[in-house]
Nanobody
Framework: QVQVVESGGGLVQPGGSLRLSCAAS????????MGWYRQAPGKERELVAR???????NYADSVKGRFTISRDNAKNTVYLQMNSLKPEDTAVYYC???????????????WGQGTQVTVSS
């Protein structure tokens, strides 16, 4: 019913930058929030950044000042600009969308397939 697709991952050097994008499509009536999560080897999945429909944002302490989340509501798309990347940022990054599906009352969480970000020399 709803598909979430990420892109933009890759291999970068420490201090480099990447821009991730995520687009939600399908039977979407509304999206209340979109965000990015990541999971590194041996660690639990964690919130990286999240933006609500009204524009409020949340960031993990570890990425504040380095990452910026933005959203294009008209395109159901969210972006994550990642600057000053560190090896500790290496993880699979997953996009999440909180969606009210057309014809249904409640909201559902939808997840993308993940995109690998590797920060290494």
């Amino acid at each position: 019913q709803v598909q979430v697709v990420e892109s933009g991952g890759g291999l970068v050097q420490p201090g480099g930058s990447l821009r991730l994008s995520c687009a939600a499509s399908g039977r979407i009536f509304s999206i209340s929030a979109m965000g990015w999560y990541r999971q590194a080897p041996g660690k639990e999945r964690e919130l990286v950044a999240r933006v609500a429909s009204a524009g409020s944002t949340n960031y993990a302490d570890s990425v504040k000042g380095r990452f910026t989340i933005s959203r294009d509501n008209a395109k159901n798309t969210v972006y994550l600009q990642m600057n000053s990347l560190k090896p500790e940022d290496t993880a699979v990054y997953y996009c999440n969308a909180v969606v009210q599906v057309t014809g249904y009352l409640r909201e559902y969480d939808y997840w993308g397939q993940g995109t690998q970000v590797t920060v290494s020399s």
